[in-house]
């Protein structure tokens, strides 16, 4: 029979479809594993609405699961309970050392344009504020560009949401 | 909350996202290439979610809400029916007034008693977020130039105008469903 810690270890090593340096364990979308039994339910939310990961995940999930021997369900619940708060510690050093910026915490009130045209980001490069917002869009909608004034260097952001 | 309501809600976000990536390729500048097409990309799941809610209230799909109803059939509101390219004034006053628009129905929403409705208002709130930022980054850089403000002051009365439906949104949705409508049994 499975154990919920052999689901979470499993979930541990699907990688973000888009940012493959983490997985989804890292990523903090994971929000429950309940074990009954051979049954395996899943709850899972999504970073952004409109992502196009959502069913490689969900697929993903539902795979590694089921080669586990158990009859998985995964869920998809909208609700407000994500948010890149909920990306662990680990997880946020992993996007660094790959050239990903992690996101800022996120205060009361949400994000503001003025903080995103402040110096307030670090260049994950070399550690320097002394960036810029170059695009409040990226490449997927988790990402801003910013560039670096002081190693030369345009990086991606993670918003903060 | 009515699903004739979530509908609007859900119209508008699809609409506008089609409206959206109509920039895609061919935007004044790179940036905004990418912010629209990321822009489309966010309200069209936004859309998806709120097409789900309602689906399970009329007994249907997603799907079927959003590619099968005859043009006419859809409530969204006038602004978002407009083909604005290659317009970028009319473009970002529309931006500016529709997400003004949207973060009060939101609010709105994120106080419902509806729980389910609640969370998910609250979580695209979230991502609209940056949709505001980017107009009012725009608003700003346009303060000045007669052709915005002329264009809000068109927009502006458009936001609650459901009734209409233009011709343009009949050549849209022509474009919208053409894959659906010619293969038959697809599931997407």
Same mark, same amino acid.
């Given at each position: 029979m499975v154990t919920a810690e052999q689901v979470w270890d499993a979930l541990a090593e699907i990688p973000d479809p888009?940012?493959? *340096? @983490?997985?989804?364990?890292?990523? #903090?979308?994971? +929000?429950? *594993?309940? *074990?009954a039994g051979e049954q395996v339910r899943v709850e899972f939310t999504p970073t952004f609405l409109g992502c196009p990961a959502l069913e490689v995940m969900r697929d993903a999930m539902t795979d590694r699961i089921a080669a586990l021997g158990a009859e998985p369900e995964v869920r998809v619940i909208t609700d407000d309970s994500w948010s890149t708060d909920r990306i662990t510690p680990e997880g946020r050093e992993k996007l660094r050392a790959s050239g990903f910026a992690p996101p800022?915490?996120?205060? &009361?009130? #949400?994000?503001?344009?003025? %903080?995103? %045209?402040?110096?307030?980001? +670090?260049?994950?490069?070399? #550690?320097?504020?002394?960036?810029?917002?170059? &695009? @409040?869009?990226?490449?997927?909608? $988790?990402?801003? *560009?910013?560039? $670096? +004034?002081?190693? +030369?260097?345009?990086?991606? %952001?993670?918003?903060?949401? | 909350m009515s699903a004739q309501r979530l509908l609007e809600l859900a119209d508008d976000e699809l609409i506008l996202g089609w409206r959206n990536s109509e920039w895609t390729g061919i935007a004044p500048m790179l940036e905004e290439d990418v912010a629209f097409s990321s822009i489309a990309q966010n309200e069209i799941g936004h859309a998806r979610a709120l097409y789900e809610l309602a689906a399970r209230e009329l007994g249907t799909t997603a799907d079927e809400l959003a590619f099968d109803r005859s043009p006419d059939e859809y409530r969204c509101s006038k602004l978002v029916q407009l083909q604005l390219v290659p317009d970028w004034a009319r473009t970002i006053a529309r931006h500016v007034v529709y997400e003004r628009a949207d973060q009060q129905r939101l609010e709105a929403l994120k106080g419902s008693d509806e729980a389910e409705l609640a969370g998910l208002a609250a979580k695209?709130?979230?991502?609209?977020?940056?949709?505001?930022?980017?107009?009012q980054m725009w608003a700003e850089r346009l303060a000045d130039e007669p052709r915005f403000n002329e264009a809000l002051a068109e927009l502006e009365p458009l936001v609650d105008a459901r009734d209409e439906h233009l011709p343009e949104l009949g050549e849209l949705w022509e474009e919208m469903t053409m894959v659906r409508r010619s293969v038959a049994g697809a599931t997407w």
């Open positions: 888009e940012i493959p *340096v @983490i997985s989804l364990v890292d990523l #903090g979308v994971i +929000r429950s *594993v309940d *074990v800022a915490p996120r205060e &009361n009130g #949400g994000p503001q344009l003025v %903080q995103l %045209q402040s110096k307030a980001f +670090r260049c994950p490069y070399c #550690g320097s504020r002394d960036t810029a917002l170059e &695009n @409040i869009f990226g490449p997927t909608p $988790c990402r801003s *560009v910013r560039y $670096c +004034r002081s190693c +030369r260097q345009p990086f991606e %952001q993670f918003k903060t949401i | 695209i709130d979230r991502e609209e977020a940056y949709h505001r930022m980017h107009a």
